[in-house]
């Protein structure tokens, strides 16, 4: 079964408003989670570290005021698109390392965002 | 900056022959290298780790790492066509706790 969880699946919002994605890790604690963006036959890129109890770290090029990650718990990530527009349409994954025998890393099922 | 270069494909095979595909990496400081396989649509599953020069064997799945040529490449043998999908190869560089840098991706597509 899945080791890292993704809500919701796919949202859809109008453009303006702001978003909620929760990434959790299931049976182990991560005190770190990545978060990625991937658009339409590109890569995964890599938007932000998130880092349990402290502020996150952003890759060059991203914007923090507009991507806000909170990770308030060992098991628990959020990342909040704010005032979304089109543009930011993407596929939304994150990770999470078990820290057991190598840390193994383990995406989440990842996130459909349409801003419409 | 450190790179991860794949060929994007397609690389077409036929079912029951060997698929290769090949990544290369910048940064000799790299420690830990994976494997991942992407259907359409999904999140990226694990394939493959490797974190020492030579080969790898996991069922029809064989990683191959040359930290000298910073080379790494895996090799599907017996190919089906639930194996078409894209591979994503992905680098951890020393230094970087858990962040991992992805190439673009190799598409597979094996013919039936």
């Known amino acids: 079964g899945a080791v890292v969880s993704q809500h919701p699946s796919r949202v859809i919002c109008k453009s303006g408003t702001s978003v909620k994605i929760e990434c959790r890790s299931l049976?182990?604690?991560?005190?770190?989670m990545f978060w990625y963006r991937q658009f339409p036959k590109q890569s995964l890129m890599l938007m932000a570290t998130s880092n349990e109890g402290s502020k996150a770290t952003y890759e060059q090029g991203v914007e923090k005021d507009k991507f806000l990650i909170n990770h308030a718990s060992l098991t628990l990530s959020t990342l909040t698109v704010t005032s979304a527009h089109p543009e930011d349409s993407s596929f939304y994954i994150c990770?999470?390392?078990?820290?057991?025998?190598?840390?193994?890393?383990?995406f989440g099922e990842g996130s459909w965002l349409t801003v419409v | 900056q450190k790179e991860v270069e794949q060929n994007s494909g397609p690389l077409s095979v036929p079912e029951g022959a060997i698929a290769s595909l090949n990544c290369t990496y910048s940064d000799r400081g790299s420690q830990s290298f994976f494997w991942y396989r992407q259907y359409s649509g999904k999140s990226p599953e694990l394939i493959m780790s490797i974190y020492s020069n030579g080969d790898k064997e996991d069922g029809r799945f064989t990683a191959q790492l040359n930290k000298a040529s910073q080379y790494v490449s895996l090799l599907i043998r017996d190919s089906q066509p639930s194996d078409s999908a894209t591979y994503l190869c992905a680098v951890n560089y020393l230094g970087g706790g858990n962040k991992l840098t992805f190439g673009t991706g190799t598409q597979l597509k094996v013919e039936l």
């Open positions: 990770s999470a390392a078990d820290g057991i025998g190598g840390n193994t890393i383990y």
């Open positions: 049976d182990f604690q991560a005190t770190t």
